[in-house]
């Protein structure tokens, strides 16, 4: 069974700018998180979401979102780059909860802002 | 406001020890915990979930205790090896997917030959 991969892996944009990234999940699997990575905050959650809802957000400014389609399939874009968002993001799927079940997680892509 | 401790200091043990990290938490009722490997430019490894009505769960080497009236969880890794070396996160839920997961700074365990 293929794991989770995300798409790209490296990316380098300046400030103002927008991203979106990509996370296909395992087969299968209906929730998916997103979290964003930086050596000063640690892992921090960012959204879930199952069956294309968004079922819980983190502490992060309305510049951060995400939608997942009918497949699964997630994104997360984030508008109006800042330097402080340089980070490594990360996906995970689970069958149905992050909470209760076990959580894949993707390589991540690595975003540096300029 | 919620917040989760994990040894922010490297744990150095000797091979062939126990290791034992602990993950401390504060203004929180956890339903659910669970404990993570991460090695240097990979995506975290889930090793271990526990419920807030389990004391202890082990798998292989590994075992986890939660501690809801100390608010605390134990994770040990026993007859430790230099490939256990890797940084433990561990990550807090409520019940009901009322909430994502919680995570700490994870601590860095080094083993030694």
């Known amino acids: 069974k293929a794991g989770v991969t995300q798409t790209p892996r490296y990316l380098i944009k300046t400030r103002g700018q927008q991203v979106t990234l990509s996370c296909s999940p395992i087969?299968?699997?209906?929730?998916v998180s997103w979290y964003q990575q930086t050596p000063g905050q640690g892992l921090q959650f960012l959204f879930e979401?199952?069956?294309?809802?968004?079922?819980n957000k983190g502490n992060f400014p309305g510049r951060f979102s995400g939608r997942q389609f009918s497949n699964s399939r997630s994104e997360m874009n984030v508008s109006t780059l800042e330097l402080g968002d340089s980070a490594l993001y990360l996906c995970?799927?689970?069958?149905?909860?992050?909470?209760?079940?076990?959580?894949?997680f993707g390589p991540g892509t690595r975003l540096t802002v300029l | 406001s919620q917040k989760i401790e994990q040894n922010s200091e490297a744990l150095n043990i000797q091979e062939g020890k126990t290791a034992t990290l602990t993950c401390n938490y504060t203004?929180?009722?956890?339903?659910?915990l669970q404990w993570y490997r991460q090695d240097p430019g990979r995506g975290p490894v889930f090793l271990l979930l526990?419920?807030?009505?389990?004391k202890e769960k082990r798998k292989e080497r590994l075992k986890v205790t939660f501690d809801t009236t100390l608010k605390q969880s134990l994770f040990h890794i026993t007859a430790s090896q230099p490939a256990d070396s890797a940084t433990y996160l561990c990550?807090?839920?409520?019940?009901?997917?009322?909430?994502?997961?919680?995570f700490g700074k994870g601590t860095h365990l080094i083993i030694q030959p």
């Open positions: 995970a799927s689970s069958l149905v909860a992050s909470s209760t079940d076990t959580q894949y």
């Open positions: 087969s299968g699997h209906r929730s």
């Open positions: 979401y199952f069956s294309e809802t968004q079922r």
């Open positions: 203004n929180y009722s956890p339903a659910y």
């Open positions: 526990i419920r807030e009505n389990e």
């Open positions: 990550a807090l839920a409520k019940g009901g997917g009322a909430d994502g997961l919680t």
